[in-house]
């Protein structure tokens, strides 16, 4: 019964976040019929994003998040939200506000496709085990999937850099990072701020496909 209840909680949480992001995303037009693999050469907007975000977004400035791996859907609302003033950063605004629907689009399916470069450090078996403790305390899997590697419009967080991780937690628990539905801003209050640089080092840990 209890991993019955913890199915159908996951499903609720991600409905009530599904249809938070749902006005915001009729906006684009998704081209759902595009196959998984990005076959085609990076987006002429794309060049921009790499200097902030990496070759094929795999960041290597630790407090700017890689978009390699990230699901699609992540990042074509996260740059509505830029474009739409719904977040607001110095770099991002300005290239989302001239974005297209299409080209929205396009840099999600491309950086969607992009191979995730493998994490930077290795933890050793009791940091990892104090991270993943962590992971579970706060129910990370609920909505950023089993293997932590996002879905739909909700990130992936494995591999991510630890710096941008410690930055967005320590926004959301101190209610100053944007946050469309506040699930998150929620979830961060009952973590310790000690124990966000113990999470946000494991997460940054974790590989993926």
Do not use: W
């Not at 973590?191 to 997460?203: G, K, N």
């Amino acid at each position: 019964m209890t991993a019955k209840r913890e199915v159908i909680a996951s499903r609720e949480v991600i409905a009530k976040r599904s249809a938070a992001v749902a006005v915001v995303t009729a906006a684009a037009v998704f081209y759902l019929g595009m196959p998984s693999a990005f076959a085609q050469p990076a987006p002429v907007k794309a060049q921009a994003c790499v200097a902030c975000h990496g070759p094929e977004g795999n960041s290597q400035n630790p407090a700017l998040p890689s978009l390699a791996g990230q699901p699609r859907q992540f990042i074509v609302t996260q740059l509505i939200m830029f474009r739409e003033g719904n977040r607001k950063d110095p770099q991002m605004s300005p290239f989302a506000m001239g974005l297209t629907n299409p080209e929205v689009n396009e840099l999600g399916a491309y950086f969607s496709a992009q191979k995730l470069a493998p994490p930077a450090k290795k933890q050793t078996p009791e940091q990892a085990s104090a991270g993943k403790r962590l992971a579970e305390q706060f129910n990370c899997n609920v909505c950023h999937g089993a293997t932590l590697l996002g879905q739909q419009h909700i990130p992936r967080l494995a591999g991510q850099q630890a710096e941008y991780l410690r930055v967005q937690l320590r926004g959301f628990k101190s209610s100053t990072r944007f946050d469309m539905d506040g699930q998150m801003t929620s979830a961060a209050q009952a973590i310790q701020a000690s124990d966000i640089d113990v999470l946000a080092d494991y997460l940054a840990s974790l590989s993926g496909p």
